[in-house]
């Protein structure tokens, strides 16, 4: 009784917080605008989607080897830290692609690389808290790591409308300027900075991470690989998720090649502005995500997974009506309220549904599959923007792709009505709102 106790109470340890938070200021610092680096460098719709395609399924292809040896040997910490260096260390590598086809490449090798870093990490977090109060520290990290997040995308929106940063700085450095800072075109020159602070930020968080006390396990016992490719052919409830996911995956991702058209192509958002509509979303992202974790925790996972995914069809059609960048801001903000109440729910859901000793599996196999969709998704999409082209005009392709993508987002969220809970929840959403409008209620009598 007192281990389900303490249990129950386990929460982060602060260094997770340290390491968590690192890793999102250094992806805040490049993350949000490497679309917005390839449509600078003059890629066309169907490279735009080939770039999307492929940071969708590289970080996710080798992810179910890495987590079944970490699940082998029961350990997360090198791989986390090792991830985490070089996949963050080949971001600056980035700054040197000549052609969309060679930045196609980079973040494809990047990816794979990263990918070493994401369910390991995840898997590790699901020893460091508590099994009855997954959603609200998952929501509290969040917090965190969007916070610094925030942070990173502003610095490098206000670095992408200095004017003559990097000429000032070669002369600061002297003889070693031309060397640290090198010349490049002008518009490329905005990245730089950004690029280079994410390889010295990913250095620092992969060191960290070390220091992190992972739970030890029993080395006489005997670990087996985790059963990563009957995770999908066997029935049961992670399947059942698994399959859930893939119409809506596919809807979502048909997007996604072409926000970054409409706001730097039809709206000609300056990085700032681009950088602005990033933090938005982060910002809304980091405010909903503890509230929304925690009534997980109450209400179960599927209903917060629904209201997240049923409201994202509202983004792409935003987006698709856009006549200013105002537009895009609420749309973003739209997007960090349902990306909060779904996206750490359906990693809690995970751990949920998974054993504990296989979670690393788990997550990597969804990942992986999803990815996949995903990669489906964005490609196709792109392909299909490129051949409307001629026939309806650049900006009329845009706008059939983000409508298609909204009306599918609608179709797919209506799956998740056949999600299967693993426990039962003695409440649900309307009556936590209905208690919450009573109290208030009650409160504002006078007294």
């Not at 990245?191 to 250095?203: Q, S």
């Not at 985790?226 to 409830?237: A, D, E, K, V």
């Not at 549904?353 to 788990?362: F, M």
Request: glycine share 8%; with cysteine; net charge positive.
């Amino acid at each position: 009784m007192e281990t389900m106790e303490s249990e129950k109470v386990q929460t982060l340890p602060r260094i997770a917080y340290v390491v968590g938070s690192l890793s999102q200021f250094a992806t805040g610092l490049y993350g949000p605008f490497l679309n917005t680096y390839l449509v600078d460098m003059g890629a066309n719709y169907a490279e735009l989607g080939a770039f999307r395609s492929v940071g969708n399924v590289a970080p996710t292809v080798m992810q179910p080897a890495w987590g079944a040896v970490s699940d082998k040997l029961g350990r997360r910490k090198p791989f986390v830290a090792f991830g985490t260096l070089t996949g963050f260390l080949m971001v600056f590598l980035f700054f040197f692609a000549a052609t969309p086809l060679e930045m196609i490449l980079l973040y494809g090798i990047q990816s794979i690389l990263l990918s070493i870093q994401i369910p390991t990490w995840q898997a590790l977090l699901s020893e460091l808290m508590g099994e009855s109060n997954r959603g609200n520290e998952l929501g509290r990290l969040a917090i965190a790591t969007n916070a610094t997040s925030i942070v990173a995308t502003a610095i490098t929106g206000f670095l992408g409308v200095i004017p003559g940063i990097l000429p000032y700085l070669r002369n600061v450095f002297g003889d070693y300027g031309q060397f640290i800072f090198p010349a490049a075109e002008n518009w490329r020159e905005a990245y730089y900075i950004p690029f280079l602070l994410t390889a010295v930020i990913g250095i620092s968080a992969s060191l960290l991470s070390l220091r992190i006390k992972e739970k030890k396990h029993d080395a006489k016992q005997t670990r087996q690989f985790p059963p990563i490719f009957r995770l999908l052919s066997q029935p049961g409830t992670f399947r059942r998720f698994c399959f859930i996911s893939v119409f809506y995956s596919f809807a979502m991702a048909m997007a996604w090649p072409y926000f970054t058209v409409v706001q730097r192509v039809w709206l000609e958002n300056s990085i700032l502005e681009i950088a602005i509509a990033s933090v938005i979303m982060s910002m809304f992202i980091m405010i909903s995500s503890a509230p929304f974790g925690k009534l997980s925790d109450i209400v179960g996972r599927k209903q917060l997974i629904m209201v997240g995914r049923g409201f994202l069809f509202l983004v792409p059609l935003m987006y698709a009506f856009a006549d200013s960048v105002i537009v895009i801001y609420i749309a973003n903000a739209i997007a960090g309220i349902s990306v909060g109440a779904s996206s750490n729910t359906i990693i809690a859901y995970i751990y949920d549904v998974s054993p504990k000793n296989e979670r690393g599996a788990h997550l990597a196999v969804f990942n992986t599959f999803t990815g996949i969709i995903f990669l489906g998704g964005s490609l196709i999409a792109g392909i299909t923007g490129e051949a409307l082209k001629p026939l309806v005009g650049a900006h009329m392709a845009v706008f059939i792709m983000l409508i298609a993508s909204s009306i599918l987002r609608i179709i797919g969220s209506m799956f998740y009505w056949i999600l299967r809970e693993p426990r039962e929840y003695k409440t649900d959403i309307r009556s936590e709102i209905r208690t919450f409008l009573q109290k208030r209620r009650y409160d504002d009598q006078p007294v």
